[in-house]
């Protein structure tokens, strides 16, 4: 089965400085992989998901980019933060045949 | 734009009780809705429903989906305090290019107080 690694746990970045999260995936291959957002009475909103290396897909318009240089690997990235960044990401993996999603165990970012 | 809409939005009983939360959804090419719970960090797998009236079971939580009506329920019988936790439904819908989304709700806080 599928593992799901995210770094950093938690991270406090100010106003207008880079972000980096990154997502990697054991035990599977050729996954799709998404980025949720989850903020404070807003439930999980999807931000990015990837069916295959260098393939993104955004779904909501922000400062926040996606890339997928590996298979396995997918990082979310900001050139500068704003507060309303602040929240919960989590990376989740799925597939064609693994159609459920399973989540990592988040990075809580705290935008000050 | 898909919409998924769970009740009640928190929630508070005592151990022993049995609760039902309810997940209503509207969404285009739906293929299948699925429950999560979530307690302090990532939310963890439930049940994944695809077919009208068949209910899922594991152990006290059982939950059924309806079709027509396009809802589901979670139901937890003989509550514990290890069920406190957000529960998340989630509809998933066909995107094209071999991709499943996942629309979720807000989410059902449940509180089991000893």
């Known amino acids: 089965s599928q593992t799901i690694h995210q770094w950093p746990a938690t991270l406090v970045q100010p106003v207008g400085s880079p972000l980096s999260l990154e997502c990697t995936v054991e035990g599977t291959s050729n996954p799709n992989l998404y980025w949720y957002r989850q903020a404070a009475g807003r439930g999980l909103q999807l931000l990015f998901y990837?069916?295959?290396?260098?393939?993104i897909s955004s779904e909501v318009p922000q400062n926040l980019s996606a890339s997928r240089p590996q298979d396995r690997q997918f990082i979310l990235s900001s050139k500068k933060l704003l507060l309303s960044d602040s929240g919960f990401y989590l990376c989740a993996c799925g597939g064609q045949t693994l159609r459920v999603q399973y989540f990592g165990p988040g990075t809580r970012l705290t935008v000050t | 734009e898909d919409k998924v809409v769970q009740s009640p939005l928190s929630l508070v009983v005592h151990e022993g009780d049995t609760v039902t939360l309810n997940c209503s959804y509207e969404?285009?090419?739906?293929?299948?809705l699925l429950w999560y719970k979530q307690e302090k960090k990532a939310p963890t797998f439930l049940f994944m429903l695809?077919?009208?009236?068949i209910e899922k079971k594991s152990g006290r939580l059982s939950s059924i989906l309806d079709k027509k009506e396009l809802f589901s329920i979670l139901n937890i019988t003989a509550t514990q305090t290890g069920d406190s936790a957000i529960y998340l439904c989630?509809?998933?819908?066909?995107?094209?290019?071999?991709?499943?989304?996942?629309?979720f709700g807000k989410g059902t806080k449940l509180s089991v107080i000893p």
């Open positions: 695809t077919s009208s009236g």
């Open positions: 969404v285009t090419n739906f293929r299948s």
């Open positions: 990837s069916v295959g290396i260098g393939q």
């Open positions: 989630a509809v998933e819908a066909d995107s094209g290019a071999g991709s499943y989304q996942l629309t």
